[in-house]
Nanobody, 127 residues
Framework: QVQLVESGGGSVQAGGSLRLSCVAS????????MGWFRQAPGKEREGVAT????????NYAEPVKGRFTISQDKAKNTMTLQMNGLKPEDTAMYYC????????????????????WGQGTQVTVSS
């Protein structure tokens, strides 16, 4: 049974930093992509940052470029999201996701191509 377990959310002031982690288990074969999505109240889920697990190629949404960094530790089946320069508009529930579909290689920030999801971790940024 596939499990994605997130940790590291919390509350910070604008300009602060948080580091999210996701531990993956139960996969039969490696996923093609893993990443982070977020959903704020009343808004659709949106891609934040993803990477291709084989090459480690990252993809970032425009609002987080230059502030967030996604990385993976294959040996530990762990993916992290380092978030610096946080803004109030980054406030949302953050979800770890994984995809075994090749579609994620061409649509890396689109939620529908990701078939596995964690429970989410809340990030709140105050002004």
């Amino acid at each position: 049974q596939v499990q994605l377990v997130e940790s590291g959310g919390g509350s910070v002031q604008a300009g602060g930093s948080l580091r999210l982690s996701c531990v993956a288990s139960g996969f039969t074969g490696s996923p093609n992509c893993m990443g982070w999505f977020r959903q704020a109240p009343g808004k659709e889920r949106e891609g934040v940052a993803t990477l291709t697990t084989r090459a480690g190629t990252p993809n970032y949404a425009e609002p987080v470029k230059g502030r967030f960094t996604i990385s993976q530790d294959k040996a530990k089946n762990t993916m992290t999201l380092q978030m610096n320069g946080l803004k109030p508009e980054d406030t949302a529930m953050y979800y770890c996701a994984a995809s075994q579909s090749v579609s994620c290689l061409f649509r890396p920030l689109q939620a529908p191509v990701f078939g596995y999801w964690g429970q989410g971790t809340q990030v709140t940024v105050s002004s």
